[in-house]
C-alpha cells in the first residue's frame, strides 16, 4: 500500500481529469494531504467500442496517445519512485490544457512524440531516454491492471478521474466533473461537500451531462471567463457538434 491519504486516478489527455487534479493540488496544500497518483487508461476503457460511432473525430487519437503517455508516467515511476508521477503529470497537463490550441491540429496529434514530449520530461527533471516508453508495450499490463483496480473502486460505468479517499478502505468516486478551478478559499469546502456526499453508504449518482467548456486555454477558455455550456453524451462532445 502507498500510505497516501489520496490516490488519484488519471489519464493525462482527460480535460475534466486535470481540471479535477489542480482542484485537489490545491486542497492537498491547505490539508498537507499526500497523494498517490495512479493509471486509468481511457483507451483500454474503451477497447471495444467503435470509437467511429461513438465519439467525434479526434477521440481515438487523443486517447491512445493518453496511453502512450501512461506508459512513459509508468516507467518513471519504476525508475524514479511514485514521487516523480506528480510533477509528470503537471508537467504533461499544462503542456496540454494550459496552452492554447495550435490551429489546425487534431485533438491527440504530435502528443505521443519525443518532440512533444523531452520538453516536459525536462520540465519534470527526468531524462529524456524516458520517451523510449511511448511504444514500450511491455506496460501495459501494469496499466490493465491499474485501470481494473480503479474501476474496482466505483463500478465500470465511469469516467475519469477516480478518486479514493484514506486508501486502501476510504470512500472512492468518479470525479467530481468541474469545469471550473475554485479559488484557494472554495476548495476545502467543496473537497468538504462532496466527501460527505460521497461517504453516505447510500449514496450512488448525482450527475447532469451539461457542462461548460472547461476553463482550459486548449478549449479557448480562459481563467475568469465561462465557457459555452454543452450536452454531453458518454463523456464526449457528440450531442453538441
Not at 501512461?70 to 496540454?96: F, K, N, Q, S, T
Not at 523531452?118 to 520540465?123: D, K, S
Request: glycine share 10%; proline share 6%.
Amino acid at each position: 500500500m502507498s500510505g497516501a491519504d489520496i490516490h488519484f486516478y488519471f489519464d493525462p489527455v482527460c480535460p475534466f481529469a486535470w481540471m479535477t487534479s489542480k482542484w485537489v493540488r490545491i486542497v492537498q496544500a491547505q490539508r498537507d494531504y499526500t497523494v498517490d497518483w495512479r493509471f486509468i487508461s481511457l483507451r483500454m476503457i474503451n477497447a471495444t467500442v467503435d470509437y467511429d460511432s461513438h465519439f467525434p473525430a479526434g477521440y481515438e487519437a487523443g486517447h491512445t496517445a493518453g496511453l502512450k503517455l501512461l506508459r512513459v508516467a509508468a516507467a518513471a515511476r519504476a525508475e524514479h519512485g511514485p514521487d516523480a508521477v506528480g510533477p509528470l503529470y503537471a508537467a504533461i497537463g499544462a503542456r496540454v490544457f494550459d496552452t492554447a490550441a495550435e490551429s489546425g491540429q487534431a485533438d491527440g496529434e504530435h502528443r505521443d512524440t519525443r518532440t512533444f514530449l523531452e520538453p516536459i520530461l525536462a520540465e519534470a527533471g527526468l531524462p529524456a531516454e524516458l520517451a523510449d516508453a511511448l511504444e514500450d508495450t511491455s506496460l501495459d499490463a501494469e496499466l490493465r491492471r491499474e485501470t481494473d483496480e480503479a474501476l474496482a473502486l466505483t463500478g465500470k460505468d465511469v469516467g475519469t478521474p477516480i478518486i479514493q479517499f484514506q486508501p486502501p478502505a476510504g470512500v472512492a468516486f468518479f470525479g467530481p466533473v468541474i469545469s471550473r478551478l475554485p479559488t484557494e478559499a472554495e476548495a476545502v469546502p467543496l473537497w468538504d461537500n462532496v466527501l460527505g456526499l460521497a461517504s453516505f453508504p447510500g449514496f450512488a449518482e448525482l450527475k447532469r451531462s451539461l457542462r461548460e467548456r472547461p476553463q482550459l486555454r486548449s478549449f479557448g477558455v480562459e481563467a475568469g471567463q465561462v465557457g459555452a455550456q454543452e450536452d454531453w453524451h458518454g463523456g464526449s462532445r457528440r450531442g453538441t457538434e
